[in-house]
Structures are given as C-alpha cells and as structure tokens.
C-alpha cells in the first residue's frame, strides 16, 4: 500500500510565504513524475507545479516566478516553497505522483494523490 501525506498548510497573510511537503511511503518501487495540484472553493483542481524524476520543472502561469517545487529522490519527498502569497492561492494543495508500486509479484504503474493540505492567504 502506498500513501501520499502532505503537511505545511495553514493561514498566512498576503505576500507571505508557506513550504508544503509530501512524503511518500509503502511499497515503492520507484517514482517518475511528481506535482502539485490545487482546488480552490467551486473551481476544478488544477496543476501548479510539476517536477519530473530527473529535476526538471514546470509550473503553471499564476504561479510562476513565486512557487518553486523540489524534490528528494532518495527519501520519496517532495516540496512547494510558495513566496508572495495571494489570496487567490487560496485552496486545498494536492500532492501527486506516478509511482512503481512494488507487488507480491511484480511491479505496476499508478498515480496516487494525497488527501489534501489547506492554504488560505487573507488578512
């Protein structure tokens, strides 16, 4: 079995800053891509940030220039370093990634989503 468990959010107040993380644990045999995805009140979920297994990166036009995500190959975790908060980055943070999950026997290739961290930025 494999979770995915975000932690970091809270409340903080426009132009300040926040670190999400995600750490992934259970039967993992390797993770290729990782992201971020956020879903705010009566939007659709969206992707922020995302980070393949090589480093490489890409980030969504609202988040640009603010948010940097990372990631530690070697202990399954990831990071969202998020700077200059606005109350439009307001949501719920996911964490996402497309793993190798370890079998009995074998191996497959899924995606696993974590349930969710709060960020609200307001006054």
């Known amino acids: 079995q494999v979770q995915l468990v975000e932690s970091g959010g809270g409340l903080v107040q426009p132009g300040g800053s926040l670190r999400l993380s995600c750490a992934a644990s259970g039967s993992i045999f390797s993770i290729n891509a990782m992201g971020w995805y956020r879903q705010a009140p009566g939007k659709e979920r969206e992707l922020i940030a995302g980070?393949?297994?090589?480093?490489?990166?890409n980030y969504g036009d609202s988040v640009k220039g603010r948010f940097t995500i990372s990631r530690d190959n070697a202990k399954n975790t990831m990071s969202l370093q998020m700077n200059s908060l606005k109350p439009e980055d307001t949501a719920i943070y996911y964490c996402?990634?497309?793993?190798?999950?370890?079998?009995?026997?074998?191996?497959?290739?899924?995606?696993?989503w974590g349930k969710g961290t709060l960020v609200t930025v307001s006054s």
């Open positions: 980070i393949t297994s090589g480093g490489s990166t």
């Open positions: 996402n990634a497309n793993l190798w999950e370890r079998l009995t026997f074998g191996s497959r290739s899924r995606d696993y």
